[in-house]
Every structure is written in structure tokens, then in C-alpha cells.
């Protein structure tokens, strides 16, 4: 379980075997001489249940039960080490959420006997509400906030999502969505801006690349993370993140200094636009690119995994999202595409079947019917007449 991971990896103890489609075995185990990771837990969001807790008879949250459980079972031996426990906090939406999570700290410390203020807490700026309220929520967790973290990918989503029925911010591929667009540009310095008025550290995106498995693709692929970072530390960011620990010391290289907190970026706006803008391409392209993205997450999803790393890309949850509220969108609307193709049913079934064949082959076969299953189930998730709110809730309940 998640649970079982976060306390091997704290003790040093983890170890993990993956039995592979032929039957080979890999065995992963940290290094017990070496230098291990600091630790920051991701707790789950709170539109999340844990189906194995429950209190008079109802599932309890599972962003409760991650954050008490990891802190009781952990929190003591990390801070007899002198270490920080430290927690993630994902998908807020409002200050009052940011106030709700340092009470629940708050009251994990009293329960737990820690000193006050000995649970901190990185928070995710990842929703369009929430990029409003940066400062508001560093207020509410000023006793624990290390610093926020811009989640790029699922603000994308977040931005979709939020205005999905307004026409006029129909988003342009995903592909063409990157940080220089000015929205999401406004949206990064408005993050470092706050927090370094406030001391706080602000950390920028994920970069999803993955290193490929040729030579060639690999110098590509780190020239991309390369520029990337190279633009997150001249804005003033802090640190970064990367998708594959093949890129940890290429992004590094880009972080000249320690932090960057005396960047305090006082000639930008107080007040920037954060409202994504429609301009950009729509091409047919993209929106094969965000079905091939559909079903290869689902196949992952289908086995137990998180992320996709496929067409030498990380894909995930953020970014299958993104692909699936696009996919809703367009055709909701009935985008006319840039070649003069309208975005219809018939058209995203047809080319579910072409993108699945095309996948199958590029895998030269194996696992054929898994992959058709997963185009199935992918194909009805994009296809649903309302966008819900997240995947993993659909997924869900399918499963009941």
C-alpha cells in the first residue's frame, strides 16, 4: 500500500519486485549506505474517500487519513533524526481550504504530542480559484507553509475545467500550452512574487519529459528540460521538478544559486491576468495526441500505475486530464479544427479505433487485447455528456 511505502522509505527500508509480461523480475530496494531523499508526502485531495476507514458507516477523507496516519507513523522517528516531516497539499481551491488543512495539522500535532508547528507543508498552486488566492492561502498556513509549488499541468486542466462552457476560452492544443503563454507566464510570477514578498520558497513546474531510448532522442529531450528550468530559475523560481531522475542534475545545473528569495519581482502586476486566452492552433493532430495520451493512461491506470511514461512523454493523472477535458470541450462545441474538420463523435470514436490499431502495432501485438480494453474504457470516459470533475472519480465508481 501507499501507507507501507512512505514508512519503508522513511525507515529505509523499502524494497519493491515488478513481474513483468514475460515473467522476468525487477527488484528496486533504497541503498542503505547511501544518501537518501528527504521525504514530502502527497496527501490526497479532499473530493477523495479512503473505502477501507470508515466512521459510523461512511468512508472517511482520505486527505484525513493519509495526513494522521503518516504523521503517527512517522513524524516521532523523523524528527529524532532532525528531519521535517513535511506534507504536500494538492487541488485547493480557496483560503478557507487552506485554513481547514493547518487546523487539521494543528490538531494531528496536539493528538500526536508534537510541538506546535512541527508538521509543514508545501502547497500546490494547480486550480485557476486558487491562482486568485496565493496570498490568502500563504496567510492561513504561514506557521507550517514551506512554499508553493506551481502545478502547471493541472492548472491547465483546472482552467478548462472551471470555464468549460465558455466559448470563448476554447484552448488551442495542448502541446502549444507551455509557460511562455502569457496567462500561464502571469500565473508562474505570481506565485514568486507573493512568496518571496512573504519569505517563502516558490518552486516551479514539472517538466514531463522522459529520457527516450535512443541517443538522439535523449540530446532532444534534454535540451527541452534544459530550457525549461533555464526559464523557471531566470523568472526568480526557487527550485523545480522533473519526471524522470535522469534530468535531477540537469535542472539543477540551472539553479545557480541557493534560492532566489531576494528576487522579489517588484516591477510586476499585483493584479496579472490568469485567464487562459484561445488563441493558438486546433489541429487534428492534437486531438489524436490527446486520445493516443487516453488510452495509454487508462492501460496504466488498468495495472496499478500513476504515471505513463509513452511517445517519451510522463503522462500523468494531470496530464491525461488535460487531454480529457480538451477532448470535452472540442466537442461540446463542435470546434471546427484548423484544416476545416468539425470535432464530432463519429469523429473521436473513429479515431480511437485508428489511434488503438496504430498502438497495438507500435508494440508489435503484446498485449493486444489489453490495450483494446483500455481504448474501450477510455472511449466512453471521454465520450460522457457532462465533464466530471475527475478521472479517478469515475474510475471509482465504475469499480463498485
Known sequence: SGLHNVVGAIQGDLTFEQVSSNGSVKKYALNP???RAHVMVRVRGLHMVESHAHVKNSPISAGVFDAYMVAALTAKIQ?????TPMFYIPKMEHFKEAAWWNSLFAAIERKLNLSSSSLRVTALIETLPASYQVEE????LRERALGFNGGRWD?????IKTLRMHENRIMADRSYIDMTRSWM???AKNIIKICHKHGAYALGGMSAFTPGKDEATRIEQIK???????REAQIGHDGCWVSHPFFIKMARDQFK?????????ENFLDQPDLLPQSDGPKTIEGLRKNIRVGIAYQKGWNEGLGCVAFDNMMEDLATLEISRAQTWQWLHFKVTLDDGTQVTKELVKKIFAEECEKIISEFNGQEKDQWIEAKTMAEETFLMDRLNNFFGDIQQRKAQ
Request: negative net charge; charged residues 40%.
Open 224 to 230: 527541452k528540460v534544459e530550457a525549461d528550468k533555464a
Open 155 to 159: 492548472k491547465i486542466f483546472s482552467d
Open 257 to 265: 544559486e541557493e534560492n532566489q528569495l531576494h528576487r522579489l519581482l
Open 185 to 187: 507566464d502571469n500565473y
Open 79 to 83: 524528527l529524532s533524526r532532525g528531519e
Open 137 to 140: 492561502m500563504l496567510y492561513e
Open 33 to 35: 549506505k547511501g544518501p
